[in-house]
């Protein structure tokens, strides 16, 4: 639970900020979600979808990356909320990177499957005489 004024994180149980006195919510607008990382933290990666977001930190972290999440699943069912992956600064070039290989190693995959299920039109009688 996130204070909507000042940021502060609260755990669960928690329904008002002590400082500014107004209710928590559970996730920050993204705006105020930057502002809340130090200068040597960074935003690599945003998703509504939990199970991609989990999917992308495993994948930074195999390659040596320390990632953690910020944001969570939206608590009403069908309404997705803002997931965060954020990494020092030091290793933003690095996640980028990966990211990017990873992204285009994907789409080639799905190019690839996609012509090797593609049926050719069959030809004509008179194409196959030519």
Known sequence: ?????CGAEF???FARCSDCDVPLVSVLP???M?????????????TRDMVEAETVKELLEAS?????????SS????????VRLIVSQDRVELAHEILEETRAEVEAQAESEDSDNVVPFPLSENEESQ
């Open 11 to 13: 755990r669960d149980g």
């Open 64 to 72: 040596g990356i320390e990632v953690y999440i910020s944001g969570e």
């Open 34 to 46: 930057d502002a809340t990382l130090s200068s040597e933290e960074a935003t690599v990666f945003v």
């Open 1 to 5: 639970m996130f204070c909507p004024e």
């Open 30 to 32: 993204p705006e105020e």
């Open 75 to 82: 608590p009403l069912p069908g309404v997705p909320a803002e």
